[in-house]
């Protein structure tokens, strides 16, 4: 089993900063993709931002010049810092993760539950 932990979610202004962050840990030999998603009320769930193993980075042009996404093998770990957010950034952001598992080595998907952004004044 591979569990997935967001944190960081909360109320900010508009043009401030949050800083997300996701743990994966379990039966895990290796996490390969990991990426950010977020779903607005009455939206569907979007890509914010990926991050492959080799580091390779695509960001939605919705995001991009306003976060990074970075990650830190030795710890599973991938974060998500949000600068200059607006209000149109506010959703559940949800952490993504494609994990080779131990033992059996196949490559499985994850999410964790999500956590809550809102920008407002």
């Known amino acids: 089993q591979v569990q997935v932990a967001e944190s960081g979610g909360g109320l900010v202004q508009p043009g401030g900063s949050l800083r997300l962050s996701c743990v994966a840990s379990?039966?895990?030999?290796?996490?390969?993709?990991m990426g950010w998603y977020r779903q607005a009320p009455g939206k569907q769930r979007e890509l914010v931002a990926d991050?492959?193993?080799?580091?390779?980075?695509n960001y939605s042009d919705s995001v991009s010049g306003r976060f990074t996404i970075s990650r830190d093998n030795a710890k599973n770990m991938v974060y998500l810092q949000m600068n200059n957010l607006k209000p149109e950034d506010t959703a559940v952001y949800y952490c993504?993760?494609?994990?080779?598992?131990?033992?059996?080595?196949?490559?499985?998907?994850?999410w964790g539950s999500g956590t809550l952004v809102t920008v407002s004044s």
């Open positions: 991050i492959s193993s080799d580091g390779s980075i």
């Open positions: 993504n993760t494609f994990a080779t598992l131990l033992g059996t080595w196949a490559i499985t998907e994850h």
């Open positions: 379990g039966n895990i030999f290796k996490i390969n993709g």
